[in-house]
């Protein structure tokens, strides 16, 4: 009996885990967690300090690493992520690595999160929730803003710049971020 009970307290802890990450899967828009690479964030890093960016905010932030590198920066910087485990694991991370302050994060949907204030949006995300974010960024963010698309571009808008990290892989290459000004690349068809 007591390997009954043993197994029911497991198969609990591991259906806690596993449903913050399997439920997204039945969203709208099905936005898995992929860790972003060193490289993608020293493209980001290289994209906030040539623009002076003093405020981001990261739609989808996962394990809330680019926020808190950009942090240490001295960049204040707000995670929006749909998965309540992540954004538990971000902010224990920002505040071990000492910019609690700084790297703020927050359960929530990232089509619902105010990005009004914000130098710069950064998103990892999936080509298919590209034309609602375009919809979203458009008329949200101040047209001196900055979105930095990592993985994949947006779909309609041109970017004002063009990053990819000098160590490419072949294939398609994840390691690039395209950077945007809602002013200047929003097509006007």
Request: hydrophobic share 50%; aromatic share 6%.
């Amino acid at each position: 009996m007591e390997w009954v009970a043993a197994g029911g307290i497991a198969l609990a802890g591991v259906h806690a885990i596993a449903v913050p990450f399997v439920l997204p899967a039945f969203r709208k828009h099905c936005l898995p967690y992929v860790a972003a690479t060193a490289e993608q964030i020293s493209l980001v890093r290289r994209a906030c300090e040539a623009r002076g960016v003093r405020h981001l905010v990261d739609l989808g932030s996962g394990d809330g690493v680019v926020c808190i590198e950009m942090a240490r920066l001295g960049i204040r910087t707000h995670g929006v992520e749909l998965n309540p485990i992540l954004v538990w694991q971000s902010r224990l991370a920002a505040r071990r690595a000492n910019v609690g302050r700084l790297a703020t994060f927050e359960r929530g949907d990232l089509f619902r999160a105010d990005i009004s204030s914000a130098d710069a949006v950064a998103l990892f995300v999936v080509p298919a929730m590209m034309p609602d974010l375009e919809k979203k960024l458009a008329a949200e963010l101040r047209p001196d803003a900055l979105v930095l698309a990592g993985r994949f571009p947006l779909e309609t808008w041109t970017p004002v710049d063009h990053l990819v990290h000098p160590r490419a892989s072949s294939g398609y290459n994840v390691n690039q971020l395209w950077v945007y000004e809602p002013g200047l690349s929003i097509s006007r068809m």
